[in-house]
C-alpha cells in the first residue's frame, strides 16, 4: 500500500503503515551487535540490575534480576545462564544482518541474523518504546525457546 505526498510539485510515493520501522529500534540492536563483532570483543556485560534495565522491559528486567539474585542465595547458576543477545556463552560472530519493523505504535518486531563460530543463528526480538528508549520485551531463539519462558517455571 502506497501514501501520496506533495513537495515542491512533484508527487512522491511513500509505503504507509507497518512497511516504516522506527531507525532507532535498528540502531538500538546495532550498537548491541557493536559489542560482539571482533576477535576478543567483550560483549555486553548483564551483571548488574542497571544494565539489565538499560537493555529490557521493567518486568523482564525484574525477572532477570530476582533469577540472579535467586541463583547466588542458592550458590548455584542462573537459570539464564547463556548471554541472550546471541544465544550461547561464546561467540566470534561473522556480519550481522538486522531487519526490523514496526507491529503497533511504540511496539516492533526484529530478526538479527549472524554467524557465530561460523554456525548460522537467527534471534527474534520483541521490542517496546517507553519512554522514547526502545527495550527488548522478548527474545526468542531457534523459533522455539524465549527468554520469558526461561523463567516460567514448568
Known sequence: M???F???GELFH???GPAYADAAAKTFLEKIYAAYKGKNSKGIPLDSAAMLRRYFEPKLAALMIKDRKDAQKRGDVPDLDADPFIAGQDW???PV???VRDTAPDKASATVK???FKMPTTVLYDLVKLS???RIADITW???DTLRGVFVKK
Do not use: Q, R, V, Y
Request: hydrophobic share 30%; glycine share 12%.
Open 2 to 4: 502506497l501514501t501520496e
Open 6 to 8: 506533495e513537495h515542491c
Open 14 to 16: 511513500t509505503p504507509a
Open 92 to 94: 566470534e560472530i561473522g
Open 97 to 99: 544482518d538486522i531487519a
Open 114 to 116: 549472524f554467524s557465530n
Open 132 to 134: 522514547g528508549s526502545w
Open 142 to 144: 531457534d523459533g522455539k
